[in-house]
């Protein structure tokens, strides 16, 4: 019993680690330069049928380190969540083919309300990215989600 | 117990060696004092309804502060309640809790400018004038409902030692010793000093000690000197009170219970005054130039267990330290019987308030008010996880600087013709105010569902205000005389008045919490749909209140109806345009403040008789006050055709005395008197369901006058009335302070 215990306290440790040393490193900011962002409507499959969608979210993003960090501003995945968030996606890998980025990614943990957001894992992630628009679609926990804006 | 029979054996024996000029000492002697009527008007005859309470009178009924002038003038209210702080003066139904009082309180011809040097120790007092109504064309600023000039003894006019002792069943004692000299005939000069120990009555059920007793000392040097048509009066005083306070009662509503008194975090209150007044006069046959010059100095600190329950939520510690210079010039004719009396004058004051009001936020406090509010909202979407605030406690400073300036010309002439008096006046004032403030707190928080450690979060809101005030202050009146000028008269008044702006230092720590809340909001990338991290007032601009203002309608009379009866009688009708009241913001905040929210209206009549019959003397004092508001709308809910708070209906004040007056090498004199003050309704909130019934204070005195020793023994509210004097709302609960109890006392004065 006690062997099972250390390891799962060995295992909550080092995704503990993990989670710290991975933690929220990009430079997008809390407060968003609005003429920069992408700003369009974000549609999220309330898995009963039902679609719940938010208008004017913004999006911005960034290139560090040979990944794309994507923030989305103020969002809302359901009606009845009586607060809005900022969730930042980091790490998206991407191909550039004349100014247009292409997004994949897959089991990347959001961030948001100061830490990582397990829960709502972002998975199946496509995208598109030019100068004037963007486009995302991923499964954001169980709810698929996706967004298109532009500037 | 032998402490007090050696003073007694030490006052009876000076008395039997002294000589009597007791009966010197109370006489009114009008017009000696050279420096008096610097504005002039004989309250009892001038246009304007006037209690004027001479020395024998205040020591006969035993007044020892401003507030125990309540009732005794009609429509007169200071409730007692809180501590020296406290000033809260209601006149014909106008008043204010906090900032800008409708009274303006005069000492030796120099206006006391912040309210918080209102509640000092009377003693030596030679004559107190109570002007009833907008006085804002003679005094300017902050005298709405009225003013009241307070004369001092002066060396000028009685010469010798007054010594005075007092004790009361509240284990309170009060004492005081003057010396008055006249070392040259044109020079006198006078040194007094006071102390007083209160008791207290009420108990800290927490600590199981008293919480409102307190010791206060005072001390004042006069000098004046006069040649020719020169005059020089100059008056140095200084005060200090250290006292508990805050005795406020937790009140259930569901079960209309008045808890004990309860809370865990010390309070008092500190307070250093010194107050320097110069006056110089100069007359000649044609006109009288007076200058008044002063200095006052005001340092305090306000302790408080803000919540007043034995939780740890939140205390504050106020500290104000103010410097303030006026000066005033008034030239007027010199001859009182010229057809035409006029009277200009300009004032200019500076006054540089620096200001601290830290707010501790303690564990119930961080709970209830701040991480409690944001859980509240988090728990609908992740129930299993918190906010948390990793500091036992954090304190949200809030420091002030607030210089404020001003000045006033005005100008009022009065014209005889026949039996009529017709009078004008006008002043104009001028205000600027100024406040910088920086309110900062740092606390580090976690949200454990996504965050492994605390995060430091700094919130800071800084910044300055600056405002102009511009009044305009006109004054008409009619007088017609019976018949010779000693019979009285019936007069007619329309005047105008003014509380001035200011601002709202005591919302800060409130708006900070609020920025604190959307601080971390933002740091957490999140916005709430609800109202968290919101409050009334989110800008340093929306804590400016402007002037209040009233215009005043008022006719009476100052009648002499028969030998020994003089009335006075009045009816008044008051119209209050932006009316400044205090506001509580929603929810469960902890700040107050001041808003000019409302418009409203006063009627009222007020009655003043006394009869004098041998040894028998009369006195009525009767007011009755309709206060409601026109309109005021708080969000809430509609509160006009109420009743303004705080304020009471009736004020009744009977005073019924005998003096006998023995031939007797030993005893001269023995008076009995016995008084009813009577003091209600006060509707304690906008909304007019709580209020304060109309109560009766019962009290009596004996009086025994040996040569120059007078034994008083006295007594007030002997029927132990239970009432209340105050209620508020802080952190969404409700509170009453309640009156003095039963007290009984001796006192002796001396006065060789």
Same mark, same amino acid.
């Given at each position: ?60 993003? !960034? ?7 994507? /923030?989305?501003?103020? =969002?809302?995945? &359901?009606? *009845?969540? +009586? ?12 191909? !550039? ?7 994949? /990614?897959?089991?990347? =943990?959001?961030? &948001?309300? *100061?830490? +990582? ?35 | ?752």
């Amino acid at each position: 019993m006690n062997k099972i215990k250390n390891l799962f306290l060995l295992v909550a440790a080092a995704l503990t680690f993990a989670a710290c040393e991975n933690g929220h490193e990009n430079n997008l900011p809390n407060n968003p330069n609005h003429k920069e962002c992408y700003e369009g409507k974000m549609v999220v499959d309330q898995n009963d049928g039902s679609f719940y969608e938010q208008n004017s979210v913004e999006v911005d993003y !960034e290139i560090y380190d040979g990944k794309i960090n994507f /923030a989305m501003y103020k =969002v809302k995945f &359901a009606s *009845g969540m +009586p607060l809005k968030l900022d969730m930042v996606v980091e790490g998206v890998d991407f191909e !550039e083919n004349n100014g247009v980025y292409t997004l994949s /990614a897959d089991g990347v =943990v959001p961030y &948001a309300m *100061g830490g +990582p957001f397990e829960q709502f894992t972002i998975t199946q992630l496509t995208g598109e990215i030019t100068e004037t628009t963007m486009t995302l679609d991923f499964l954001c926990g169980e709810y698929p989600v996706t967004y298109s804006g532009s500037k | 117990m032998k402490r007090w029979i050696t003073i007694i054996a030490i006052f009876i024996a000076s008395s039997l060696a002294a000589q009597t000029h007791t009966e010197t000492l109370y006489r009114d002697i009008e017009g000696v004092e050279i420096t008096a009527s610097l504005k002039g008007e004989k309250g009892d005859a001038a246009p304007v309804s006037a209690t004027i309470l001479p020395m024998l009178k205040l020591e006969e009924r035993g007044v020892t502060s401003v507030k125990e002038i309540s009732a005794l003038s009609p429509n007169f209210y200071q409730p007692e309640y809180g501590s020296s702080i406290t000033s809260s003066i209601y006149v014909r139904g106008f008043g204010s809790r906090i900032d800008q009082p409708v009274l303006g309180v005069i000492i030796d011809n120099v206006p006391v400018m912040n309210k918080n040097a209102f509640d000092f120790d009377f003693y030596d007092i030679r004559r107190v004038e109570l002007l009833r109504g907008p006085q804002g064309t003679l005094y300017g600023r902050n005298t709405s409902g009225g003013v009241m000039n307070i004369t001092t003894l002066s060396p000028l006019v009685w010469q010798g030692v007054r010594t005075m002792a007092e004790y009361s069943t509240v284990a309170s004692y009060r004492t005081s010793a003057a010396y008055y000299a006249l070392p040259r005939n044109n020079f006198g000069i006078s040194v007094a000093a006071a102390f007083t120990h209160d008791g207290g009555h009420t108990l800290n059920a927490f600590t199981d000690e008293i919480c409102d007793s307190g010791n206060s000392g005072s001390a004042r040097v006069r000098m004046q000197w006069h040649r020719g048509a020169w005059s020089l009066d100059n008056t140095l005083s200084a005060g200090y009170t250290s006292e508990g306070g805050y005795a406020y009662h937790h009140y259930d509503p569901t079960t209309h219970h008045i808890e004990d008194v309860e809370y865990n975090d010390p309070s008092s209150y500190k307070r250093l005054t010194i107050n320097e007044g110069f006056t110089a006069q100069y007359v000649n046959n044609k006109v009288r130039v007076s200058s008044v010059t002063s200095y006052q100095y005001l340092d305090d600190t306000m302790t408080l267990d803000q919540d007043f329950s034995p939780k740890s939520m939140f205390t504050m510690q106020q500290m104000q330290r103010e410097h303030t210079i006026t000066e005033e010039i008034v030239i007027r004719n010199s001859n009182e019987n010229d057809k035409w009396q006029w009277l200009s004058g300009a004032f200019i004051f500076a006054k540089w308030l620096d200001m601290s009001s830290p707010v501790t936020f303690k564990e119930d406090g961080i709970n209830d008010l701040i991480v409690g509010n944001i859980n509240e909202n988090i728990h609908k979407v992740f129930p299993d996880n918190n906010m948390t605030i990793r500091e036992d406690s954090f304190v949200i400073n809030s420091d002030f600087k607030i210089p404020t300036y001003g000045a006033a010309l005005y100008h009022q002439s009065s014209y005889r013709l026949n039996r009529w008096n017709f009078t004008a006046g006008l002043r104009l004032d001028f205000e600027a105010a100024q406040m910088r403030y920086n309110s900062n707190a740092t606390v580090n928080y976690m949200f454990d569902y996504t965050m492994s450690d605390f995060k430091q979060l700094q919130s800071t809101f800084a910044g300055n205000e600056n405002d102009t005030f511009f009044e305009i202050l006109p004054k008409i009146a009619v007088q017609y005389y019976y018949g010779s000028r000693d019979r009285g008269n019936v007069y007619a008044t329309v005047t105008r008045g003014y509380k001035a702006g200011g601002y709202n230092t005591q919302i800060f720590s409130d708006i900070l919490q609020a920025q604190m809340m959307n601080d971390m909001m933002s740091d957490l990338g999140i916005e709430l749909d609800s109202a968290v991290g919101t409050t009334t007032y989110d800008s340093a601009s929306a804590t400016r209140y402007k002037p209040e203002t009233t215009w005043n309608f008022e006719i009476g009379t100052h009648l002499n109806a028969a030998k020994g009866l003089h009335i006075d009688a009045s009816m008044f009708w008051i119209e209050c345009f932006d009316q400044q009241v205090t506001v509580l913001p929603k929810g469960k905040n902890t700040g107050r403040m001041m808003s000019n929210a409302a418009r409203s209206r006063s009627i009222g009549a007020e009655l003043s008789a006394d009869y004098s019959y041998k040894g028998l003397n009369i006195n009525l004092n009767y007011g009755y006050t309709n206060a409601k508001f026109r309109k005021y709308n708080d969000g809430n809910a509609d509160y006009a055709g109420k009743f303004l708070p705080y304020a009471p209906q009736n004020t009744i004040n009977v005073v019924i005395a005998h003096t006998w007056r023995f031939d007797n090498d030993n005893i001269q004199m023995l008076t009995l008197s016995a008084d009813w003050r009577g003091i209600g309704s006060i509707y304690w909130d906008e909304s007019n369901t709580l209020k304060q019934p109309f109560y009766s204070l019962l009290g009596a005195n004996i009086s025994l006058r040996m040569r120059d020793l007078t034994l008083t023994l006295w007594g007030r509210n002997l029927t132990n009335t239970r009432y209340n004097t105050f209620y508020f709302k802080s952190v969404g609960e409700e509170f009453f302070s309640q009156g003095r109890p039963i007290e009984v006392g001796i006192r002796l004065n001396l006065n060789i």
